[in-house]
T-cell receptor
Framework: DQQVKQNSPSLSVQEGRISILNCDYT??????FLWYKKYPAEGPTFLIS?????DKNEDGRFTVFLNKSAKHLSLHIVPSQPGDSAVYFC???????????FGQGTELSVKP | NAGVMQNPRHLVRRRGQEARLRCSPM?????VYWYRQLPEEGLKFMVY????????ESGMPKERFSAEFPKEGPSILRIQQVVRGDSAAYFC?????????????FGPGTRLTVL
């Protein structure tokens, strides 16, 4: 029962362009969503989060959008840089506490 | 300000042996979470602990796995009688308090290989 899904296992983008990573969820009780970035042989690094009372949160080059009716969130990176190449995981939680439910990850490759 | 520390980074065990994975949370953090990542999969929640208490162990296998977070010292994830299917990366995360429970900061992970 995959409650959080990232349907694109990989994404390739040219440097300077926009990267859009997508995530769908099934549990309407989720009220907090996060994006993590992960390099090989390292732990996930927190990027940005959004509460269900918002539909957008921005932090520098990173913006997360939440569409509750569609149960969909996306991460926009603009402009994309080669150092952004990594695996990106979306995660969700209920009642803003405790365990995170992760998607399978999307491997982003930003080409110079 | 050190981040979440895990050791060992790599652990090799033969089937039937015990594996002990350690996690030291960030300074000032009293909440610890353990996750497991199998090859080609996302991270799966295992257990959530506060000092001396298990808050949520809904992701822990019923047998062979246990976790603790004592008053003093690191959190320990213990796997008894390991099997090949236990081979995975095990990540620990910590957060400061209940208000910020969702901003979890991860350690580098322990990669367990069972021969």
């Amino acid at each position: 029962d995959q409650q959080v899904k990232q349907n694109s296992p990989s994404l390739s983008v040219q440097e300077g362009r926009i990267s859009i990573l997508n995530c769908d969820y099934t549990n309407s009780m989720f009220d907090y969503f996060l994006w993590y970035k992960k390099y090989p042989a390292e732990g996930p690094t927190f990027l940005i989060s959004i509460s269900s009372i918002k539909d957008k949160n921005e932090d520098g080059r990173f913006t997360v959008f939440l569409n509750k009716s569609a149960k969909h969130l996306s991460l926009h990176i603009v402009p994309s840089q080669p150092g952004d190449s990594a695996v990106y995981f979306c995660a969700a939680s209920v009642n803003q506490g405790g365990k995170l439910i992760f998607g399978q990850g999307t491997e982003l490759s930003v080409k110079p | 300000n050190a981040g979440v520390m895990q050791n060992p980074r790599h652990l090799v065990r033969r089937r039937g042996q015990e594996a002990r994975l350690r996690c030291s949370p960030m300074k000032g953090h009293s909440h610890v979470y353990w996750y497991r990542q199998l090859p080609e999969e996302g991270l799966k929640f295992m257990v959530y602990l506060q000092k001396e208490n298990i808050i949520d162990e809904s992701g822990m296998p019923k047998e062979r796995f246990s976790a603790e977070f004592p008053k003093e010292g690191p959190s320990i994830l213990r796997i008894q009688q390991v099997v090949r299917g236990d081979s995975a990366a095990y990540f620990c995360a910590s957060s400061p308090d209940a208000l910020w429970a969702d901003t979890q900061y991860f350690g580098p992970g322990t990669r367990l290989t069972v021969l």
